[in-house]
């Protein structure tokens, strides 16, 4: 197998010039201050600290950029990991995340080696609804604590007991801390409202507008809320150390499920961030490229103490609406955190949690598909759909999203098995209809030859339409015919069906006769040596040839031995 490891970048380069570079770099220094305050308040709400959100963004973004398979994608922590780390963080601890992080990042570059990036596309969207749907439920509820102030020392991971925290600790609202939390939420609102219709706002994005003016608030009013530096001693004003994170052998088996969770959660949203982006600048990614560099983005991070990253579709849009047009722009983005970090992180020591926590809960309203879940929307589908959106969404909020995701593919798996069985059928042929038909019928009225249309997929799950004609009622006719015209499909289930089948007319005296054959059933029909025991006078080209054949069948002895 040859590896086809080609970044968008390569293509970009021949022919770049100062117009295309000032689109990008304008389009990076937009996109790197609305990454600052997505990135800490997203690290924040997955129980890590600020700074290990920021150098996620700095790290991954700039290698999901340069080494991807879309030409705007944006990298970092995005709002769909909150429920997953957080969870990691509780049950394993920092250092398992960041290993679990990097198996993750091997799972996903042998994704894209093995090319498999196509594959996530085969997830059904009422599953990636669902699980979408239910992570904003998570994220939404996970944020309750900061942005009410309670007193709760550990929030717990899962849901019931994340329930029964926050109505115990309901007593303990902090009035400071919901005051800035709802300011907060308040100017960010009115500031997204009015940059629609004032231009200069709309070069400020709204997360950063709210972050400057609660945190410049704050730095002189001194409000009696938690901040970034009362809880986390604020950001270091410097590069982290490059270094491997504790490894414990015994705990590299426990870390397979999560690892497995962050990737699948990392290959699907990356991909559809990807996928939304192809449509807005009328371009095709490299889903393989593009997971390979997802990959080696999650592998590298941890060194650097970041966590979990993938393509970050709110932040891949502004890109896109802010002129970058090329990997270039996600990497200034990241040299433009790195910037920040270097010459303003003392300031982020001012900055209120309850801030972070209303952009969060901002962000968790907006990437929910909320007008799936009207009742209007949801009537225009089937029951089946309906089942797989609403199970997911209720899995997903209040167990696992990978449980969820397993738990949607084998319902929609089962709901298609039983769709294509029920589009499988076998209609008998009126044969009077053809001409140069003789002697249909014996003297005693039975029949000397029949004839079944048969329509569909001849698959393990309709296999069982065959079993009528093996209880014909009709006496013991010389010949059945089965006009395959309309199969489209046989798989090694069906085939033993047709050849059980055989097997019991044989028995009668009766001889089955094969027609009109699509190249895949013709192909196992021959691959499996089920061609040589029916012979070639028995595999016809069309109908008009297989009755021509079957007049030629004499009746023959029962119980004829299947060779």
Known sequence: MVINFRPKLFDTLPGYGRGPFTQDLSAGITVGVLALPLAMAFAIASGMSPTAGIWTSIVAGFLIAALGGSKVQIGGPTGAFIPIIYAIVVDYGVQNLLIATMMSGMLLLAMGAFRLGSMIRFIPVSVVIGFTNGIAVVIFISQVKDFLGLSIDKMPGEFFGKMEALLGAAHTIHLPTVAVSVASLAVLLGWNRMATRVAWMRRLPGPLAVLIIATAINGFVHFPVDTIGSRFGGIPQE????????????????LIAPALTIALLGAIESLLSARVADNQIDDRHDPNQELMAQGIANVVAPLFGGFAATGAIARTATNIRSGGRTPIAGMVHSLVLLAVVLALAPLASYIPLGTLSAVVVIVSVNM?????????????????????????????????????????????????????????????????????????????????????????????????????????????????????????????????????LHRALEKRGTQLILCDLNEQPASIVQRSGFGEVLGTDYLAGNITDALLRAQRCGPRDAEVAYA
């Open 239 to 254: 590069i982290p150390p490059f270094g491997l994170p504790a490894l414990s052998l015994g705990t590299l088996g426990k």
């Open 368 to 500: 929910g598909e909320w007008h799936a879940f009207a009742w209007k929307d949801l009537t225009r589908y089937s029951r089946q759909y309906r089942i797989i959106l609403l199970g997911t969404f209720f899995v997903t909020v209040v167990f696992d999203l990978t449980l969820a995701v397993e738990l949607g593919m084998v319902l929609a798996s089962l709901f298609f098995i039983y769709r294509m069985s029920d589009l499988t059928r076998v209609e008998r042929i009126a044969l009077e209809e053809h001409y140069g038909v003789e002697a249909l019928s014996r003297n005693d009225g039975t029949p000397r030859l029949l004839a079944y249309r048969v329509f569909g997929s001849l698959f393990f799950g309709a296999a069982n339409k065959l079993e009528n004609l093996m209880l014909m009622q009709d006496g013991h006719p010389d010949a059945m015919i089965l006009d395959m015209e309309k199969v489209i499909n046989i798989d090694t289930t069906g085939l033993d069906m047709l050849q059980a």
